[in-house]
Each structure stands twice: as C-alpha cells, then as structure tokens.
C-alpha cells in the first residue's frame, strides 16, 4: 500500500491573547473512515458512537505519540522556528460521519509578536499521514488586533518526477531528514499593522 496510509482534515484557530500575541494554534483534526473505525473498534455501548470519556485514552496517546513529530505543525516568524509547548485541552469525539475527530491547543513557547508575519504549516515530513485543509473555514483568527489578516498559500502542484516517486519503496527508502510533506502543505500567514 502506497503512502499515505491516513488522512486528516484539518482546522485551526491561530488564537491572540489580550496583549495582541499570537498565543498558539488550536486545532481540530477529523480522521479518514477507515482510521476512524480502526480506533473506535470496540468502543461505545449498544450502538452508539464512543462517549469523550471512553476516547481519553486513545487522546492521551495518540498526542504523547505526536511529541517526537513536533505535532505536525511547523512555525516561521522572522526566519525563525517559534516552538510550542506541550498541547492543553486535547480531546477525541466522534462526529455525526462518525469520523474521530481530535481537538488541542497548542500553545507557543512565547506569545508572538503579530507585527511581523507569522505563518504555520500541519504536514508530515514522510507523507505516511496526509494533512490537507477542511473546504470551509479551514484557518481562521480568534480575538484578533483590528487590521489582521489570514492569507493561505496553496502548494506548488506536484511536478511529473514527483508523481513517480510515490511509491511505497520511494517512502521505505527515504532518508529520515527527508521532508517530503511540506511540498504539499499548504502555508497560513497572519500579518497585523
């Protein structure tokens, strides 16, 4: 089986605190179907969908996992990397498509200053998780300077070579610096006057 082997869609918040820093990301990630049942086997009593306490295990692990990853999200300010720390608020539920859907804030290490650009990424340097944006309202700004604004920048379409390269052997082979995720990330800037 080819990469990628799951997919997300994601939503996320770009959060400010009341100084006007960007604090964080908050973020909702829904899962593909099959992952989504493959978590959930099991879980639920007579039918319904798995309760947020009965997922708090699986949300416990599946963000401690995400650690080494950086979370899969990936800052610039300044061409500098801001580092977040540890994730708050970390959540599973299943929605109404019963796809597991996670929810986390992931605070930054120091709030940002909004007058220079900020932007972020959510990809997988191997590509063995596919991250693409949700069509509606996929970033926007909570308790935002007046003046800000959000712009998304779309990847660059994937060249032919490329294309050919998406093979499982391509992937088992790929150096562990490797970062073939970001060519299909999309970039969310935020810049404030």
């Not at 989504?36 to 969908?49: E, H, R, V, Y």
Request: with cysteine.
């Amino acid at each position: 089986m080819a990469h990628p082997h799951v997919w997300v869609a994601v939503q996320s918040e770009v959060v400010f605190g009341n100084d006007g820093r960007i604090v964080g990301v908050r973020h909702s990630w829904e899962f593909d179907e099959m992952y989504s049942a493959f978590a959930t086997q099991g879980l639920g009593k007579n039918g319904a969908p798995p309760t947020k306490e009965e997922l708090a295990p699986l949300a416990k692990t599946n963000i401690e996992s995400l650690a080494e990853f950086d979370y899969f999200t990936f800052a610039k300010q300044n061409n500098e990397k801001p580092a977040f720390k540890p994730p708050q608020d970390v959540t599973l539920e299943v929605n109404e498509r019963k796809s597991v859907v996670m929810h986390f804030f992931l605070p930054l290490q120091f709030p940002a200053s909004a007058k220079k650009p900020f932007s972020f990424q959510v990809y997988d340097p191997t590509y063995f998780v596919s991250f693409g944006l949700e069509k509606k309202e996929p970033v926007r700004m909570s308790r935002a300077p007046a003046g800000c604004s959000l712009s998304l920048v779309e990847p660059s379409s994937l060249v032919a070579t490329d294309n050919q390269k998406l093979s499982e052997a391509f992937f088992q082979n790929m150096s562990p610096g490797a970062d073939f995720g970001i060519k299909l990330a999309t970039r969310a800037i935020v810049a404030c006057p």
